[in-house]
DNA sequence: CTAAAATTGCGACCATAGTCGACTTTTTAC
DNA sequence: GTAAAAAGTCGACTATGGTCGCAATTTTAG
């Protein structure tokens, strides 16, 4: 039986946690060390690394918490019999508001979930599945309703919608978008292509 | 006049560059040190501060010229009269086998060039400007042979059709997709999603 | 031509992410 | 109960990206 030794880690797991969530908030994430987080959680540097391949891994964990948060948040906030575009834009805006609070914890943010390291792929991928179920409940229910097309995969449909929400957040970072509201235009804009469709036979029917 | 001045700060600048392309060719951009740089370059350390801002932005000098190579390639290779869709899909796919031909270097430059840190927004922008340009020299072709709405912004769509990509070279590195033949048929997936719409309505002229 | 100003070059130096091998504690097997 | 195996812990150490202040070179001004 193993009862000590799990209770032992998951206290010295935590204990890395509170740390983090502390130094992380208080100093950010570029200027907290290694050493220093690992001081402050009362244990030594190795043992971290035990827990964590980088220390971009132990930064993902820190956002599951709050990522978990905001969706919740956004999930009450959302009606979800409210047209398809507006549900999407919704949360689309809330993840915008809340990665770009802080610059480069978005940007580190993004990157390892859009493109992450080898080691990081794991927990990279928990946060992905959680977002993209939670766009899948919305999808499925327009497709109910529908305001979507029944005959594609839902993970394509997803993996559209999401991409137009990557794009944007590119433009922000590579400041070709200054402010929140340019942002929100082009959101718009751009699921209103999805939707319609960028072939010009696709949209007649819009003027019948 | 300043002659003597620029001659020598080309020369130390192509120095560095040649370095960079050997050391990076030969060991890859990891096991490549800037000290090991500075040596092969034959220039100090500094020195290469003064040209280039952080590692990566060599980095994405390299991936300049290379680029260009393949842009070129590629458009040799095209059907201007092509179906649009068959051109993105050959595009894209071009790009990506370049991009992933190694598995790291397609990481980096997809984060500096997705979500670029504000030091090297300059060259990162540099390369995706290219890169719009030459979709949008496709794209305004199909919009003249009517297989595009005209009604459009080029940049939005531009826009739609780069973020496809971006979603699913994104998956490659999730693993979702692990054979070239998966990212064909998804990037083949959602081009037909883009130009159709998502929108039931907007297939229903299909079915006249 | 000369001296001051500006630019460029240099490697020692610093900060820090991640590794290593030795040490300690817990579990397992008998 | 005990000893071997396994798992977990530690901080000194390594490797490396990037900075600093000073030295050398080039330009400019008179």
Chains 1, 2 share one sequence.
């Not at 979800?80 to 549900?87: G, H, I, N, Y």
């Not at 390291?117 to 229910?141: F, P, Q």
């Not at 402010?179 to 292509?193: T, W």
Request: hydrophobic residues 40%; neutral net charge; contains cysteine.
């Amino acid at each position: 039986m193993s009862g000590l030794r799990e209770t032992k880690k998951r206290k010295t797991r935590q204990a890395i946690m509170d740390a983090a969530i502390k130094l992380f908030s208080e100093k950010g994430f570029k200027n907290t060390s290694v050493d220093e987080l690992a001081k402050t959680a009362g244990v030594g540097k190795s043992t971290i690394y035990g827990y964590f391949h980088t220390k971009n891994e132990i930064f993902l964990a820190f956002c599951e918490d709050q990522i978990d948060f905001v969706f919740s948040d956004l999930a009450k906030k959302r009606d979800p019999d409210a047209p398809l575009k507006e549900q999407l834009f919704t949360l689309f805006m809330g993840q915008f508001r809340y990665v770009t609070k802080n610059y480069d914890f978005g940007r580190i943010l993004s990157r390892e979930m859009v493109f992450p390291k080898e080691l990081t792929i794991e927990k990279s991928n928990d946060i992905s599945e959680r977002y993209l179920s939670a766009l899948g409940e919305i999808l499925t229910r327009a497709i109910s309703r529908n305001e979507l097309r029944d005959d594609l995969e839902l993970l394509y449909i997803s993996g559209h919608f999401y991409a137009l929400y990557i794009i944007v957040l590119s433009a922000w970072y590579e400041r070709r978008f200054q402010s929140e509201q340019e942002i929100e235009q082009a959101l718009q804009k751009l699921l209103s292509q999805a939707m319609e469709g960028l072939s010009p036979s696709s949209r007649k029917q819009d003027m019948v």
